[in-house]
C-alpha cells in the first residue's frame, strides 16, 4: 500500500511538472534578453511575447498569419518582381523557427513604422541575401501580414 501510495505520488509530481514546463514552453511570455536582439527588447512588450510563442507553437504561427500571405518567393525572377501578385498558401508553409536556433550568421533588425505595424529584416551572414517579414495588429492580435522569402535586397 505505501509503495502503491509512492508510486501515485511520483506520478502526480511528474504530471505537475509537465504541465509547468508546457506552460513555459508555450506561454506568451518574452524571450529571454539574452536571446533577443536588442532593437526586439525595444519594441512593445505585446509583441515580444508573440513574437517568442509565433516561433515555438507552429499551430499559434499558422493562427496568426493572415492568409494568403501577401510577399515574395525565395529568389524571385524579375516578372514576379514586377507584377508583385505572388501570395503565400497555407498549405505549403514550412514553420518559421527563431534566427538564433539556425545555425549561421543571421543579423536582425526590426522598425516600427507605427504602434501597429513593424518591418524584420534578417540578412544572411555579410551577403546581400535576406528575408522579409511585416507585422501588424490586426483587430488586436500580431499577425505575419507580408513574407519575402530569400532574396537580394539592398541595405540601407
Known sequence: MKKILLLSLAIALSAGLLIIDLVDIFGDKPLPPAEQPAELQALPE????????????????LEHILWPLEGLPAMADEQTLRESTFTWKQ???????LPTEVEGDFPMSFTQLDDGLIVEVIRQGTTDLGIERRWAEVNGKWMLVYYAGTNVMSWR
Do not use: C, G, M
Not at 505585446?46 to 504561427?61: C, I, L, T
Open 91 to 97: 498549405t505549403d508553409w514550412v514553420a518559421h523557427k
Open 46 to 61: 505585446s509583441f515580444q511575447s508573440f513574437y517568442a510563442r509565433f516561433h515555438r507553437d507552429e499551430n499559434f504561427q
